[in-house]
T-cell receptor
Framework: AQSVTQLGSHVSVSEGALVLLRCNYSSSVPPYLFWYVQYPNQGLQLLLK??????LVKGINGFEAEFKKSETSFHLTKPSAHMSDAAEYFC??????????FGTGTSLTVIP | NAGVTQTPKFQVLKTGQSMTLQCAQDMNHEYMSWYRQDPGMGLRLIHYSVGAGITDQGEVPNGYNVSRSTTEDFPLRLLSAAPSQTSVYFC?????????FGPGTRLTVL
């Protein structure tokens, strides 16, 4: 069975501050892990993905995530938040690359 | 290359009405799925298909039907709409360990 837990349904950061969005997963096999971003009234866009290559994954818009097997975590970070980063972020896990299980999402607010 | 397209973008139904949400992809992906998105609940899988002629239930299939007659199309049918089906619906297709999403259909059932 696979599942994803996103800690914190709402996160607020000041512009220029570090962004840290937490994701822990459960999977019986080595997983594929993903972060998606959803801007208001839009669909989901892939930020980055881990597919068993390098454990530190770099994505679009300056985001990156580190796969830590010992902690079953895949936290999303960005060194300096921009106003344009305000959105909903979803972590997802898959063991086949086709069927995905999503977390409940974290809404990021960036304070000017 | 349009990716994943969904129609309509918005729909208002009365309780008991039926309708079909359309989804099409032009990437020749075998795997397609339907999700619903509700506040605080993330995306929940309704139905999915691993290829033409093959469909299966996801986490929340009740009240929805699907079919997959071609690789490109994966329509979602609501036979008798209920207010609990008010939601935003996303279709997705996947390949090479990446899922591509359509822009969504916002459905309101009165």
């Amino acid at each position: 069975a696979q599942s994803v837990t996103q800690l914190g349904s709402h996160v607020s950061v000041s512009e220029g501050a570090l962004v840290l969005l937490r994701c822990n997963y459960s999977s019986s096999v080595p997983p594929y892990l993903f972060w998606y971003v959803q801007y208001p009234n839009q669909g989901l866009q892939l930020l980055l993905k881990y597919t068993s290559a390098a454990t530190l994954v770099k994505g679009i818009n300056g985001f990156e995530a580190e796969f830590k097997k010992s902690e079953t975590s895949f936290h999303l970070t960005k060194p300096s938040a921009h106003m344009s980063d305000a959105a909903e972020y979803f972590c997802a896990v898959s063991n086949t690359g086709n069927q995905f299980y999503f977390g409940t999402g974290t809404s990021l607010t960036v304070i000017p | 290359n349009a990716g994943v397209t969904q129609t309509p973008k918005f729909q208002v139904l009365k309780t008991g009405q039926s309708m079909t949400l359309q989804c099409a992809q032009d990437m020749n992906h075998e795997y397609m799925s339907w999700y619903r998105q509700d506040p605080g609940m993330g995306l929940r899988l309704i139905h999915y298909s691993v290829g033409a002629g093959i469909t299966d239930q996801g986490e929340v299939p009740n009240g929805y039907n699907v079919s997959r007659s071609t690789t490109e199309d994966f329509p979602l049918r609501l036979l008798s709409a209920a207010p609990s089906q008010t939601s935003v619906y996303f279709c997705a297709s996947s390949s090479q360990r990446e899922q591509f999403f359509g822009p969504g259909t916002r459905l309101t059932v009165l």
